[in-house]
Structure formats: C-alpha cells, structure tokens
C-alpha cells in the first residue's frame, strides 16, 4: 500500500513539473522564436523597400508605394520624428542604420525607413501581433512533455521490479515443483503472471496429497496394528503353553504354530513394505516388452491349481499375441492378485478379457461371484479393506493385494475400478493402460528415488532381489 501510494506521489509529481516546465519553459521559448521569425520577416520587408529606394535614388511615388504594398502586402506611409513620437537617441540610431523595428508597439510592430531629407519616414506595418495564447500545437507539445516524463517514470520502475521478479523467478527455479513445468516466457512480468497461479495450484495439490498422505499413513498404521495383534496373540499364546507342553508331540505343534505366526508376520511386512513403496512413487520400473497373453495365461495356469474346481476362460483381441512395454514382473503380480481374488469369490466361472487398441490396453477379470456394493467399490482399493468381515486371514488375505494392484497400475499411468458383471452376473476389475511406458518418466523417477547414490537402500533391494532370481532360476 504505501509503495502505491508513492508511486503515485511520483506520477503527480512528474505531471506537475511537467506542466510547469511547460508554461514557465517551453510557452516563452515558443514566443521568443515566433518574435525572432515575425522580426526577420519585417526586417526583410524593410530591406528589399531600402534596395528597392536606393534605385531610385530615396525619391519615390505614389505608384511606387503602391506597387510595394502590394509585393509586401503591407502598408506603407509617410511621417516625421514627431508623429512617431521617435527621441532623439531612437532617431540617431535610426539615421545611422537608415531603418529599424520597434516591436513592442500596442497595435503592432513597425518598421521605419529614412529617406535622404532625414525629416521623412516611411513606415511599414502595423503587422499583426503574435498570438500568445495556447494553441493546439501547444497543448500537443504539453501532452508530449507529460508522456515522456511518464514514460521515463514507468520505465525505471518496471525496470526496478523486473529486478526484484528475477530474484523471485530464479528461486522459483530452484524449487523442486515434483514435474511441474513452467511456460519459459522471457518477461519476468509476465512469467509472474502466467507461472504463480500455476505454482500456486500446485502447491495447493501438494499440500491436499501431503495431507491425505498423513491420513492415509496414520490408517495403515492402524490397520497395520491390528493386523499384527493376530499372528502376535498367536505366537504370545503358543510360546506361553512351548514352556507347559511335557509331550514331545505338543511342542512340536507348538512350535510349528509359532513358526507359521511368524512366517505370516514376515509375509505381512514384506506386503506393507510393497505397498508403501508403490504408494509413494519409490519403486521405479524395470521396463521390457513382453506378451501379455502369455503372461496371463502363466497367471491362470498357477491359480488353477489353487482352484481346480473353477473355470477358467481368456479372451483376447487379437488372439495371437499382446505386446506390452511395462515392468512385467509388476503386471504378473497385478494380474495374479486380480485372477486369484476374483477365483476366490466366485462361484465357478472366471473370465479375463484382453481388448487391444491403437494405444492403449484394457484388461477386464470378471467372476459369476456375490460382486461388490455399489458404496464399497472404492474401497475395495483401500489397504487391509475386507468386506466379507466373517473371513479369517487364511480366506481373505491381508487385504492388500487390491491396494497393490492399483499403486501398481498407477505408476503405469493408467487407472482400476470396480463394477457389476453385465455377462457372469459377479464383480468385474477393469484397468486401461497405455501399451509403451515413458522411459524418460520412469529414469527421473528412478533419479528422484536413489538420488544417484549406488549404495541405496532401493539400490541393494533390487540387487537382492536379481541375485534371488537367478539362484532360483539355477536350481530350476
């Protein structure tokens, strides 16, 4: 507020001194030119009638002054010193130069000639006055002076802030915005204008997931708690009764039971760990083409003989084969979780669609099951979200493997949701996806991530898990 109102003191400022510089200034310089042009202009008069006498020897007549009037269009006529009203020093300046002006005259300036008798005069004139009011020329020279000043004044401070929206702009530059580009626009002004309210919202999604991060963090980890609260109650009791048991028998299931406690809490940290990584972007993908009708077909081969009193059924379009750029394992691990859930719920069919287009996949698991509310399907998606609450843990799983499959499909930038089966009458999950992933996108994720540190923590997981791979493949 108060740079405002400064700013503004200092265009009154500049339009005062402006209007002053115009009529103490520039009004009198215009006049005294004008003077000076209407002068010479007389001056030269009064010479060509003295060349034009001289001829003539300073005699003259009434057809000579005439015929002058008309080439000068003046008046022209003869007096003495005393009609004039001329002193003495006025008369001796005016019989050694033979002809003056006298400008300061009421109605007009005039010009004298002396002929030879110096007693006559010739006088020239009056001539017309000049006009000292303010003209249109003035007024326009006025507004010129006004908007040069204004300009001079607009200019330093534009220049002075463009200063300071470089300062900002180059901070601006510096701040990690998580992928948000900016318009490179050259005027500082601008740039401000255009990239803030972009910024602005930006940060404002930051601020809205960053928040929902912290809830959705603060859920997991009491869905975590009481998830643990399980297998932990279980391996508390069995260890209570490891120390009563006499029989070898006993123990020996005792400790089987501890054993399985806890295999089911490494499987459940190992999941949670999973899905965090997912959830918040740090698990770059391992990208490769790949078939994704073979791979399902893999997926399916593995569920039969969970369930092998269900029936299987793949579509596919087109039927030979469905190239896919993306992190296969990933996808095996999608298309499992999917596969299995929807075999689980069925009743005995099962059917998986794979629709191609230009650019993009979709991948429908559809079952002939109970299906899903239509208030409960989004938070199927949900960590540790089970809706049949009667199911025990060896049933219904962790409840993570939904949560999985959409963090999954979201970092192949592509979307899951849930709805009714038209055809099988149960539930159906749908994912679309492009059929190339940005290997771009993923590099700056996977920098983001390890932050160009080798010895990463991410870095030794992926390391470990290749070293598994193979020695699994070895013994195969």
């Excluded at 005294?32 to 060509?48: A, F, T």
């Excluded at 019989?95 to 007693?119: T, V």
């Excluded at 989004?378 to 540790?384: A, G, L, S």
Aim: charged content about 25%; some cysteine.
């Amino acid at each position: 507020m108060k740079r405002s109102i400064t700013l503004l003191l200092i265009l009154v400022a500049i339009n005062f001194c402006g209007f002053i510089a115009m009529y103490y200034v520039y009004l009198p310089w215009v006049n005294k030119l004008d003077n000076e042009q209407l002068k010479e202009s007389i001056l030269s008069d009064v010479r060509y009638l003295n060349v034009r006498l001289s001829l003539l020897d300073y005699s003259y007549s009434p057809q000579t002054i005439a015929k002058a009037e008309h080439e000068l269009k003046v008046k022209i006529a003869t007096t003495t010193q005393e009609q004039l009203g001329l002193d003495n020093t006025s008369f001796a300046t005016l019989k050694n130069n033979r002809y003056g002006i006298n400008m300061k005259r009421s109605e007009g300036p005039l010009a004298f000639l002396l002929l030879n008798d110096n007693e006559t005069i010739l006088t020239l004139g009056p001539y017309p006055a000049i006009d000292s009011s303010i003209s249109a020329r003035d007024w326009l020279a006025y507004l010129l002076i006004i908007l040069i000043a204004n300009s001079i004044v607009v200019l330093i401070v534009y220049r002075h802030v463009n200063e300071y929206l470089k300062v900002a702009i180059r901070a601006i530059k510096e701040l990690d915005l998580g992928g948000l580009r900016l318009k490179p626009i050259k005027s500082p002004l601008t740039n401000i204008a255009v990239n803030t309210p972009r910024i602005v919202n930006h940060i404002n999604g930051l601020k809205r997931q960053h928040q929902q991060s912290l809830y959705n963090q603060r859920d997991l980890m009491h869905a975590v708690a009481h998830e643990f609260r399980g297998p932990m109650a279980r391996l508390s009791f069995a260890l209570d009764l490891f120390g009563q048991a006499a029989e070898e028998e006993r123990r020996k299931q005792l400790s089987n039971d501890m054993d399985e406690a806890l295999a089911e809490l490494d499987q459940l940290v190992t999941e949670v760990l999973g899905y965090s990584r997912l959830k918040d972007g740090r698990f770059p993908l391992e990208l490769e083409h790949f078939d994704l009708r073979k791979i399902t077909n893999s997926v399916i081969e593995k569920v039969k003989t969970i369930y092998p009193n269900k029936r299987f059924v793949l579509y596919s379009e087109p039927s030979k084969s469905i190239p896919l750029y993306a992190d296969c394992n990933l996808i095996d691990r999608v298309m499992i979780n999917l596969i299995r859930n929807a075999a689980r719920f069925s009743k005995s069919r099962v059917k998986v669609a794979l629709v191609r287009f230009k650019e993009s996949i979709e991948i429908r698991v559809e079952d002939d099951g109970p299906g899903i509310p239509p208030g409960k399907r989004m938070r199927v998606f949900e960590p540790f979200t089970r809706l049949d609450f009667s199911r025990n843990r060896d049933s219904g799983g962790a409840g993570l493997g939904l949560a999985i499959a959409k963090g999954i499909i979201n970092r192949h930038q592509g979307t899951i949701w849930a709805e009714d089966s038209r055809e099988l009458g149960g539930a159906v999950f749908t994912i679309h996806m492009p059929l190339k992933q940005s290997s771009v996108q993923n590099k700056d994720q996977e920098s983001v991530s390890s932050r160009g540190n080798p010895n990463s923590p991410l870095q030794k997981l992926r390391e470990h898990k290749r070293a598994t791979d193979r020695a699994n493949n070895n013994k195969a």
